[in-house]
């Protein structure tokens, strides 16, 4: 079977970087890859991850998405004369004050962003057509999907290629040609590094004195969370590979498995009230102090939820650390031996499989009958790796405890703590029934 051929933007670094290297060394060569670039001066890391050892599976070529020219001069190198996986990744982000931003600033983002892609797209979709197959992924963002302060141009560009793909995911199923958006959050790439943004010193003279302070807050929740929460390029690379490699790829991936709380509210209530109150607490009242540890704790022990702050909206962060915590418990006859339900819970390595908003998860410790595990757990765009403890208590009740590292964390889980207690209990029952059956008779008692 000949090899399939793919053509990448943006691979002089981050998640086409690794993309390209991790198609052209598949083992079965079932890939033949060309990384493209605007500038060719950059190619020496992608030529150094290689080391030379993939000659017959990629080609470096120059390639602008802005230059319609250099778009075509590029389709003109490409040996097979056919592309059967289109990846459009290349991307720029601007981040500032909007009243700061130049009008050719604003236009580069949406010259690379948006008009980069639907030109790269224009390219090779004839031949697509015309073959009657092909596929095309499209490194989407969570900003295109809800809006971000001080990223106001860039989630435009953002939601704009969300509408484009949408639009044409739908006509294209006609000619057997499949559209995947691969959702990010915080990537541990140079995009935060090459980003266009407005220093502090350099709008402090031009902007107001709160708009200067919710800005120098919102740098300081960037820095943390790219620190803290950001995934590898090497997760980001795995969920391109699924969507490549399925027969019937789906249109949009989540790269942490869980589709962003405030995503959902915009579904659930259309009207954008709630999302826009909520979403400010998340992003300027968490900077104050994004270094604190918080916990959230479920139980499973009598039915109540307890707080030191009768008010759970949002955490009291001029609080003591102890006071903010979220417990919940709850006791219901499940009809399962003691012996069961700590099976649910025991085998640590499957929580990936079924407890929600987990990712990856690992045993790594046991002691006293109890465990410690690594585990990948959170909304994006914060996905935290922390510890996590299981312990068997009194009157046969298992506790699960999560850390918390990031205060925005903690807020999202605050904000939406009842649909996690749903679903986490959910799972837990759901879990138990497919290991053990279903049993008939279960009561809540309250």
């Known amino acids: 079977m000949d090899a399939k051929v793919v053509l990448i933007t943006g691979c002089s670094s981050g998640i086409g970087l690794s993309l390209a290297v991790r198609l052209a060394s598949d083992p079965q060569k ?36 802005t230059s319609q020219q250099s778009i075509l001069e590029a389709t003109a190198r490409i040996v ?12 720029v982000g601007l981040m500032g004050p909007l009243e700061v931003q130049s009008l050719e600033s604003m236009r580069k ?26 596929h095309i992924l499209v490194t989407g963002s969570t900003g295109g999907l809800h809006g971000l302060p001080f990223n106001e141009v860039y989630c435009a560009s953002k939601f704009a290629v969300e509408g484009a793909c949408e639009s044409l995911a739908i006509l294209l199923q006609h000619f057997n040609i499949h559209v995947s958006l691969i959702e990010c959050g915080p990537v541990n790439t140079d995009f935060l590094a ?10 402090c003279q031009n902007l107001d004195k709160q708009t200067l302070a919710l800005y120098e807050k919102y740098l300081q929740h960037c820095d943390s969370v790219f620190q803290n929460s ?24 989540f790269t942490s498995d869980v589709v962003p709380p405030l995503t959902k509210l915009k579904v659930t209530e259309p009207d954008g009230s709630r999302m826009t109150k909520r979403t400010t607490p998340i992003f300027f009242r968490a900077m104050l102090e994004m270094s ?75 002691e006293s009958g109890d465990f410690q595990a690594e585990l990948e757990i959170g909304f994006p765009p914060v996905v935290e790796r922390y ?3 299981v312990t068997v208590i009194p009157n ?22 009842d649909e996690v207690v749903k679903q986490m209990i959910g799972a837990f029952d759901s879990r138990a029934a497919v290991l053990y059956g279903k049993q008939q008779g279960a009561v809540a008692t309250r």
Request: overall charge positive.
């Open 230 to 253: 950001a995934q590898d390029t090497e997760d980001i690379v795995k969920v391109f590979q699924d969507a490549i490699q399925s027969p019937n790829p789906a249109f949009r991936y």
């Open 292 to 366: 604190d540890t918080h916990s959230l704790k479920f139980l499973r022990g009598s039915t109540k939820r307890t707080s030191s702050n009768p008010r759970r909206n949002f955490i009291n962060l001029v609080a003591p650390i102890t006071t903010r915590k979220v417990e919940y418990t709850e006791s219901r006859i499940l009809g399962y031996t003691p012996q069961q339900l700590y099976g649910v819970v025991a085998n640590v390595d499957q929580y990936q499989h079924f407890v929600p908003w987990c990712a990856k998860s690992r045993a790594f410790k046991g």
């Open 387 to 389: 510890t996590s403890e």
């Open 194 to 203: 090459n980003l266009q943004k407005a220093e502090v010193g350099d709008v």
């Open 30 to 65: 079932a890939f033949k890859v060309y990384a493209t670039m605007r500038n060719l001066s950059k190619k020496e890391r992608l030529l150094e991850s290689v080391k030379g050892l993939h000659k017959d599976t990629l080609d470096i070529l120059q390639m602008d998405v």
């Open 80 to 91: 097979e004369k056919r592309i059967d996986i289109l990846v459009c990744n290349a991307g």
């Open 396 to 417: 046969h009740k298992i506790r699960v405890s999560f850390e918390f590292k990031s205060l925005l964390h903690c807020h999202l889980t605050s904000l939406f703590f």
């Open 109 to 134: 983002i949406l010259e690379v962003n948006l008009l980069g892609t639907i030109q790269t797209i224009q390219a090779f979709l004839p031949d697509m057509k015309a073959r009657g197959k092909g």
